[in-house]
């Protein structure tokens, strides 16, 4: 299980993404839906970001990126470009890992999601 991150942190990172009008939802409410799917986050768009209330940096980094994503016009729905997103998101984490306080523990996970990920794009691509 990753560290939760730092809550001084998570309160500066949370209250700056609000003042630019998003919304970061984190609550028990949330952590029991995230926990239905097997989630530390989801972003709906470039405003509405949900996080667990333990969530760890990784978590919380990642979920910024998602909403860049879809602040930028690039994420369009589609299966492959959610991969395509989701790459492009890990390979982030791990060139910022110190950047962003990310533990080593962490970044061998993201290690892991990412090539998970380039296996499901070939896949997908190869229509199986």
Known sequence: MPLQMDKKKFFR???????????????????????????????????????????SASAVFEELIHAAQYK??????????????EIEAQEKLIRYQKVYGISDLENEQTKKALADYYEELKNFRKGN
């Not at 989801?42 to 209330?53: C, D, G, P």
């Not at 994420?75 to 470009?81: A, F, H, K, P, R």
């Open 72 to 85: 930028q016009g690039r994420n369009d729905g589609t299966y492959e470009n959610r991969l395509l997103m």
């Open 13 to 55: 990172i949370k209250s700056a993404f609000e003042k630019r009008g998003g919304i970061v939802q984190s609550d028990e409410a949330t952590d029991r839906y995230l926990d239905l799917r097997e989630a530390e986050g989801l972003t709906y768009n470039e405003n509405m970001i949900l996080l667990k209330t333990n969530a």
